[in-house]
């Protein structure tokens, strides 16, 4: 009696452990996020996609630039069709512990397992998935029918549950309404998917047999879960050259209308003109001298690094470069002149040391209002353009990046344009006209790039520190008589005022916050008279 209460013991205390979830090994089909063994796979209007896709028999059609590899009928097509139906069969061997209702959501929340459905099943509203604190939770479903997602429902994940470590098995057609959003790997068994407008899939679509198509959707395979961490390739050394803002190796460098900018300015060969030199926190090397030959030098053999690192990534519709197109760390190439329309996001996936190289092998042209964005602690300084040929950025654009163009006119840098980089060019002309332009970081020994006052003298041996800044300033006012007289006041490049701060002691921290990158002036009021004044940059 007591062996046979052991046993006993022992399988309750071990079947829990039956009937955990475990993940599938999708082998190369986890690079893939779209994808079909056999069917078409096709997109319409502007999708937004980071992931390899292809189909191992048929072809992909209509697809835009993509932030992955297109396979279609090669190696890479048919190695993830043999590991698309190996990771099908695990998940379609599990061990089901529930057994839940066709109708999924409506505010329902399950933990992790293997959860089963013997008909057609539905997502309606929200789906909540709970990780319980536990990074490994693996949530799979079983649909042995179609499955469909009504318009605006969604998959929420908390407490740590992860899109890579959710997979949903369906034998038969998936299909997302409008405006839904998925999280997880959808397999279908002999079916289609399709994923419709203004649709998110954090995840991936894979087809073992039939038509993938998606429509001005957005779609991205999901991090973590051993993925690898994203860093880019090795940035380039600029040398001297990133000490400047603005040059040219050989070219005329030129300016109209309040130009700001941080860093040096300089051609080594060609003049240099119409740049108010209180508007520049730098040298303005009004002729060829040692740094800007040493800076010529630095340009080419940065500009030849950049020209030959191997690509990761070809975006095949130079044309239409932008439209909201999300790209993470890797080098990417366009073979041909690119036109940048609306936005792009590059985005480092938290990785703040992550790198970006952009290879155009032809000229570059911004609508006007175009913007790079940052994400996810992506940064200008790390962010490099490598343009054959001229570049111009049109009005009112943000650009972000050191932007080296080879063989060809950078200009013109346009009316309201805030560039957070550097402008350089190997052989060309370069012109702004009423721009900003600020340098994100300097190499040591830039001895030439400093920021000082504006102000003829500083009878008060008035400090204000750091410059650049980052996240704070402080004031300090070692004149007796003026403490607690005195405000600071700090004013954008357009005359705004952006901050007032009492002076009540003779240091004064102030948290800057929020203040975009750029150039920044100040005034020290006393009794209502500037006693003080200056520029600051923020490098936020």
Request: charged residues 10%.
């Amino acid at each position: 009696m007591k062996k046979l209460l052991l046993v006993v013991s022992i399988f309750t205390l071990l079947s829990p452990a039956l009937t955990v979830a475990q993940a599938p090994n999708l082998g190369t089909a986890a690079n893939f996020v779209l994808f079909s063994s056999n069917g078409a796979v096709s997109n319409t209007g502007i999708s937004q996609i980071t992931g390899n896709v292809g189909t191992n028999n048929g072809s992909s059609t209509a697809f835009g630039n993509v932030n992955g590899v297109m396979h279609d009928n090669d190696g890479a097509s048919a190695q993830c069709a043999a590991d698309l139906l190996i990771a099908y069969n695990q998940l379609n061997a599990t061990v089901p512990g529930f057994f839940p209702a066709a109708l999924l959501g409506n505010g329902q929340m399950l933990n992790a397992g293997v959860y089963s459905i013997g008909s057609n099943a539905t997502l309606n509203l929200d789906l909540i998935l709970n990780g319980q604190n536990n990074p490994n939770a693996v949530f799979i479903f079983k649909i042995q029918g179609a499955f469909s997602a009504n318009a605006s429902s969604k998959v929420k994940l908390i407490n740590g549950a992860l899109a890579c470590n959710v997979f949903w098995k369906v034998e038969g057609l998936v299909s997302m309404a409008s405006g839904a959003t998925m999280r997880g790997t959808i397999i279908a068994n002999n079916a289609a998917i399709n994923i419709n407008t203004g649709d998110t899939l954090e995840g991936r679509a894979l087809s073992t047999t039939g038509a993938v198509t998606i429509d001005n959707a957005f779609a991205y395979t999901p991090i973590g879960c051993g993925s690898p961490v994203l860093t880019g390739p090795t940035a380039p050394v600029l040398g001297v050259a990133g000490c400047y803002a603005v040059f040219s190796s050989n070219g005329a460098v030129s300016n109209t209308g309040v130009t700001q900018i941080t860093g040096d300015v300089g051609s080594n060969n060609g003049p240099v003109t119409g740049y108010n030199p209180a508007l520049v926190a730098g040298t303005t090397h009004t002729i060829p001298d040692g740094s800007t030959a040493q800076a010529a030098n630095d340009l080419l053999i940065a500009y030849t690094y950049v020209n030959t690192l191997p690509y990761d990534i070809e975006l095949l519709y130079p044309a239409q470069f932008g439209n909201n197109l999300v790209l993470t760390p890797h080098t990417y190439r366009m073979n041909s002149a690119a036109t940048f329309v609306d936005s792009l996001y590059l985005n480092a996936l938290g990785n703040v040391n992550a790198v970006f190289v952009i290879q155009i092998n032809g000229a570059l042209t911004t609508s006007t209002y175009a913007k790079v964005k940052l994400i996810n602690g992506a940064q200008a300084k790390n962010v490099y353009w490598k343009i054959e040929g001229g570049a111009s950025i049109n009005n009112y654009s943000v650009f972000r990046g050191t932007v080296i163009c080879n063989n060809g006119a950078l200009g013109a840098i346009n009316t309201g344009v805030i560039f957070d980089g550097r402008a350089l060019t190997t052989t060309g002309a370069l012109t702004t006209a009423a721009t900003t332009i600020t340098a994100n970081t300097f190499p040591s020994g830039c001895v030439n790039v400093g920021i000082h006052s504006y102000d003829a003298g500083n009878p008060y041996n008035i400090k204000v520190f750091p410059n650049p800044f980052t996240t704070f300033i402080e004031v300090n006012i070692t004149e007796a008589s003026k403490i607690n007289t005195c405000e600071f006041k700090l004013y954008n490049a357009l005359g705004v005022e952006v901050m007032n701060r009492s002076v009540t002691t003779p240091v004064v921290t102030i948290e800057t916050g929020n203040l975009a990158a750029g150039i920044y002036f100040y005034k020290v009021i006393s009794n209502n008279k500037a006693i003080h004044s200056g520029k600051l940059v923020s490098q936020q």
